[in-house]
């Protein structure tokens, strides 16, 4: 697929997105509106393409190892370095690197200033995580043992084992970030987003071809070759652009002053929400047999949504957002916030009261074989309930959180991490010891998203103004009504077939609980279209891109 590219700069005036759909003002091109949609839907696309063979790999995950025993230890080792490339890969670190390249992209024409920032930040990456992948090889149990909780011998020994392989995705991953950040900004949006595909096919053909052979290590082998793919696949596009990954230890750089300044704030702000996910972990290794891959397997459900839609919007509007912010565009930059607000209520909303009402279902038909048992489902839609419920409101706390990471600042996102780490901590220490159990962890931090957003929504508006409260408004009361018929639609199947998720990984039981979720979704659709909500209506006009 060819890649997208956007262009980078706009006139001044209003940003794509403001008010129903996204009308413009003097001075914006013809189509402006409907091309940051377009954008948006592409990359949402080619994340769609990724989180299906994610499935096929979860899918045959728990066919072979289930929802306990050796898969807790699994999903516990591979949760070690997939929480930290929040810190070194696209969370913190592209936060900061993202403006910092935006301005020296517009500062020098030449691309010489671009160029040595990027090689100098493969430098300080290789300086950092080098050591850390170092010491996971030589001290596997070491780090085994200080950050999981197991009493089971076996399941230490399994995360030993696995600790060789998959730690090093670590490196990869964060390099490959930094490649996405580059392409990001320079506007092509299409390779990078199809980037973690291959990651998902290294890991499903590891576990189709080399499961037999190499038992609970297929899926370490499958991870560490596919860290290798996700990085190669986008190098051809990096090296069209002139840049090459070769470190340059230069680190008087000025541009690379400036990203480590904001890096580090960023960095103890993502610190605080990966500690927070770890003691998650921690806490649900603690508790009956079973509940971190329940954390693990209903994580990656909201995943889905998360990941399509929230990274989508926010991958296609933070560099906007990153020179609107470095250009004062103030105005601007408030449609932009209104639109990626406005954008995520249209496609949050239905997708958490499918998740809500339907999750049982949904994880049934597509993991319940195998080894994986109805009562692993039900253990995992119980945790999906609780995190789908705060699905909203985490989708525009990270948003908003670009919004701050776009004016370089520093002090709003590792306050308001710090307030829901907190929160998320008493409250699961509460929770986890009702009746809830592994449930309670979801609905802590459910509880503590909700009180970090609306947080930054307070301080968002005292920065730049009224948002357009009753737009968003309207945009939510849409989303709303959009979402009752196919609320109506999955309470009227669950009254006719209340059982047929003990059968779930069945052929029948399959393709009836499929149909029906994909009725819901159309007729929430249909409702979307009759309602004329924004941004579908932008996808339906016939307007050439100008």
């Known amino acids: 697929m060819a890649d997208l590219e956007i262009r980078q700069e706009a006139p001044p005036g209003r940003a794509p997105g403001t008010g129903s759909g996204a009308p413009r003002a003097a001075g914006v091109p013809p189509g402006a509106g409907r091309q ?111 950050l999981l909780t197991f009493s089971d011998p076996e399941k230490i020994a399994v995360g030993v084992q696995l600790m060789r392989w998959m730690f090093n995705y670590i490196l990869l991953v964060s390099l490959s970030a930094l490649v996405m950040a ?51 696949c986008q190098l051809p596009a990096l090296r069209r652009l002139g840049y090459r990954l070769v470190p340059s230890f230069r680190l008087a750089n000025p541009d690379f002053g400036r990203t480590a ?135 525009i706390y990270t948003f908003l959180q670009k919004l701050f990471n776009s004016y370089k600042s520093f002090v709003v996102p590792l306050a308001s991490a710090g307030i829901i780490a907190v929160l998320d901590i008493i409250l699961s220490l509460v929770l986890k010891e009702t009746r809830l159990r592994v449930s309670g962890l979801a609905y802590a931090n459910t509880i503590s998203f909700t009180v970090g957003m609306v947080l930054l929504a307070v301080l968002a508006r005292r920065r730049l103004g009224p948002l357009g409260a009753r737009s968003i408004l309207v945009t939510l009361l849409k989303a709303v009504a959009g979402s009752v018929p196919m609320a109506l639609l999955l309470e009227a199947f669950l009254w006719w077939k209340p059982e047929l998720w003990v059968h779930g990984g069945s052929l029948r039981a399959t393709a009836l609980i499929a149909a029906a979720a994909a009725a819901g979704v159309g007729l929430t659709v249909a409702m979307y279209v009759a309602l004329r909500v924004p941004y579908l209506t932008d996808l339906l006009r016939r307007r050439r891109l100008s």
């Open 261 to 395: 300044r904001l890096w580090l704030p960023y960095l103890a702000s993502a610190s605080i929400v990966t500690i927070n996910q770890f003691f998650a972990q921690y806490f649900a290794s603690g508790l009956e047999d079973g509940s971190v891959s329940a954390i693990t397997n209903s994580v990656m459900f909201l995943q889905i949504p998360i990941g399509i839609f929230t990274t989508s919007v926010a991958t296609v509007t933070f560099p906007a957002m990153s020179r609107q912010a470095a250009e004062g565009r103030t105005e601007a930059l408030r449609d932009t916030v209104s639109y990626g607000v406005k954008f995520l209520l249209v496609l949050l909303v239905p997708s958490s009261v499918l998740l809500c009402l339907f999750g049982r279902e949904i994880i049934a038909a597509a993991v319940q074989r195998g080894r994986f048992t109805p009562q692993a489902t039900l253990m995992a839609a119980r945790a999906l309930t609780g995190y789908a419920a705060g699905l909203v409101c985490m989708g």
């Open 36 to 146: 940051s949609t377009v954008s948006t839907v592409i990359v949402m696309l080619c994340t769609a393409g990724s989180r299906l063979f994610g499935y096929v790999r979860q899918a045959l995950f728990n066919y072979y190892f289930g929802g306990s025993g050796a898969a807790d230890a699994i999903n516990a080792v591979f949760n070690i370095p997939n929480n930290l490339r929040k810190l070194f890969a696209e969370g913190a670190f592209s936060s900061a690197f993202i403006p910092v390249l935006s301005t020296t992209l517009a500062e020098d024409t030449s691309g010489l200033r671009p160029r040595e920032l990027v090689r100098t930040l493969v430098a300080l990456q290789l300086m950092v995580l080098v050591p850390l992948v170092a010491l996971s090889l030589a001290f596997p149990r070491l780090i085994v043992t200080g």
């Open 182 to 232: 580059v392409l990001n900004s320079h506007g092509k949006f299409t390779v990078p987003a199809l980037s973690p595909l291959m990651f998902t096919l290294a890991t499903v053909l590891s576990l189709l071809f080399f499961h037999g052979r190499l038992g609970v290590l297929a899926m370490g082998v499958g991870v560490f070759i596919g860290g290798i793919l996700q990085l190669a």
